[in-house]
């Protein structure tokens, strides 16, 4: 087997302390604290966090790991609670005008929508968040609850859910109204769905007629294009990032809550580390490598807890010869 200087053409370097702006491969011994030492590509996982201040599932999202906004949801009934993440603790601010759940969201922690969901019927509400308080704007054009979102509060899109029955439905938002738009090729409800902006997004997963669904679509501003699947079909589950890196994690595969994370590289799906508590119907946000999980129903009751996701990333480790 070739050796590390035969690779390289040079020895390990000894050091008296870790190298300040070391490359990915390299590798070290730091005569201080007589370890080798390298600087490796480290897998992804999961820390526990700060939980919300009302345990809820159903609920919506928006913003980044360390700004976030959990909206809506349903503890034993139907709420409007409002919180604030700062990569901390959660804070309680200003309900929805309307108390909802299953809706979809989009946008920041100061700048969120929240839109569609159910009351005791569908709705079409919609919302704007301004870091303040909620404001009611143009409704939907199909009242539906259990829907995908993606974009900005003044560029969102709303896809998939259901009514009666579920439905493709795509609306784009423009700030002021919804327009009909190009359906989903695989009608669903209960799904995932992540993006920055209304013109480039993913949808994947979700419940069919009467099975749980893997299927992952791609959104360009104009039609969704059919991409590999998930490896484990389910609905319920959350996302974070957008439509060419993307985290899916959480659901209900069949009759198991699961726990499975799986990362998206705009091609195709890879299993990584697993969440710390399997649950369903819980938020998500952030990004592939920075993302955030909260709320949610493990089996049988609502949960506030929190998760944060770090990773994959390049960093310094320890070697050992186990």
Aim: charged residues 10%.
């Amino acid at each position: 087997m070739a050796t590390y200087k035969e690779i390289y053409g040079t020895n390990v370097e000894v050091l008296g302390s870790d190298p300040s702006n070391p490359v990915e491969g390299q590798i070290w011994y730091n005569s201080t604290s007589q370890t080798l030492k390298g600087y490796a590509l480290v897998a992804g996982s999961w820390a526990t966090a700060g939980p919300l201040n009302t345990a809820r599932e159903q609920l919506a999202s928006a913003g980044i790991q360390t700004a976030a906004l959990a909206f809506g949801g349903l503890t034993t009934v139907v709420v409007g609670n409002n919180e604030s993440y700062n990569g901390t603790s959660w804070t309680e601010l200003n309900d929805l005008n309307t108390a909802r759940r299953a809706l979809g969201g989009a946008g920041t922690n100061t700048a969120a929508l929240g839109f569609g969901g159910f009351t005791t019927v569908n709705v079409g509400e919609n919302e704007s968040w301004n870091g303040t308080s909620w404001t009611e704007l143009n409704n939907l054009n199909t009242a539906r609850r259990n829907l995908g979102g993606a974009g900005t509060n003044t560029a969102a899109l709303g896809f998939g859910g259901q009514t009666t029955v579920n439905v493709g439905n795509t609306e784009i938002w423009n700030g002021t109204s919804w327009t009909e738009v190009n359906d989903l090729n695989t009608v669903r409800r209960i799904l995932g769905g992540v993006g920055a902006t209304n013109t480039a997004a993913l949808a994947f997963g979700g419940f069919l007629s009467t099975t749980t669904a893997a299927e992952t679509e791609s959104w360009n501003g104009t039609s969704w294009t059919e991409l590999n699947d998930m490896n484990t079909a389910r609905y319920g589950l959350a996302g974070a990032g957008t439509n060419t890196a993307a985290l899916g994690f959480g659901g209900n595969s069949g009759a198991a809550i699961v726990a499975n994370t799986e990362n998206w590289n705009g091609t195709s799906w890879t299993e990584v580390n697993d969440l710390n508590i399997a649950r369903g119907d819980l938020a998500g946000t952030g990004t592939n490598t920075a993302g955030l999980a909260f709320g949610g129903n493990p089996s049988g009751g609502v949960v506030a807890s929190t998760e944060e996701w770090s990773g994959p990333a390049v960093q310094t480790v320890n070697i050992t010869v186990s």
